[in-house]
């Protein structure tokens, strides 16, 4: 029973080839689904030996679904450019773990890491994501931002994503920014509507929830600024809802 590994790609040139290599250490194929990259990430990964597909971005959700009728196998690892399997999570797809039980996706914990500090804190850690499932009863949602796998038997296991999404706060900034204007769009789209305290509510329970309850408070300078920026993404998120609801 083989393995198809599926990643959706944008410039992503200083990614991929270490995300290609890693995944053929379990994989016995890749695909990769590119929105027209500007970069050389489609050269590398033909270079590489991925199958590469081109589609303009479709969302999130979305753009992963678009590349599941390429993949051969049942089976689909998901993973993003910038991660990659820890050595614990290789053994356990190795091994064939997954087969025990009547299981169609794994959710495993993921360590994000700022350059080469993990952040082990303020809610980073332990992160679920489902990026392992079998495509005949389980699929990506159609959420354009930060989708979720659905499935109908979902199970956690205590192995590893490793990410490495960012080299500095200022990325890390860029980023919720530019998910924040995207999740605002989603709730706009789905009918939400709130008042004008909704944002320095949610961005306020935000601080208060990673700061305090999910110990960043113990974590010096680097607890208060991961704080702030998960309080930000709220407050953006939401400030920018009521913007589209005056404008349109």
Same mark, same amino acid.
Request: hydrophobic share 40%.
């Given at each position: ?58 969302? +999130? ?18 993973? +993003? ?60 949602? +159609? ?106």
């Amino acid at each position: 029973m083989g393995i198809s590994g599926l990643v959706i790609t944008f410039n992503e040139e200083k990614n991929i080839g270490k995300c290609i290599d890693a995944l053929f250490k379990v994989c016995d194929e890749v695909i990769i689904v590119d929105s027209f990259s500007k970069d050389r990430t489609v050269e590398i990964a033909k270079e590489k030996g991925a199958q590469v597909v081109q589609q303009a971005f479709l969302g +999130d959700g979305p753009q992963r679904t678009y590349g599941l009728p390429f993949c051969k196998n049942d089976w689909i690892l998901n993973l +993003d450019a910038d991660e990659f399997l820890d050595k614990d999570a290789e053994d356990f797809i190795l091994k064939k773990k997954y087969l025990e039980g009547n299981y169609d996706a794994m959710s495993f914990r993921v360590k994000n890491f700022l350059a080469d500090k993990l952040i082990d804190f303020s809610g980073w850690y332990p992160d679920h994501k489902v990026r392992f499932f079998n495509k005949q009863t389980a699929h990506p949602s +159609d959420s354009k931002v930060h989708q979720k796998i659905v499935a109908q038997n979902e199970k956690k296991v205590a192995v590893h994503i490793l990410h490495y999404g960012w080299d500095s706060l200022d990325q890390i900034i860029a980023k919720k920014n530019q998910y924040s204007g995207w999740h605002a769009q989603q709730l706009y789209d789905q009918g939400k509507r709130i008042n004008a305290f909704k944002p320095v509510l949610n961005g306020t329970v935000a601080f208060v929830r990673c700061y305090f309850f999910k110990k960043g408070i113990f974590n010096g300078l680097d607890g208060l600024t991961i704080a702030m920026i998960q309080a930000f993404f709220s407050y953006m998120k939401y400030a920018k809802l009521i913007k589209l609801q005056k404008n349109k």
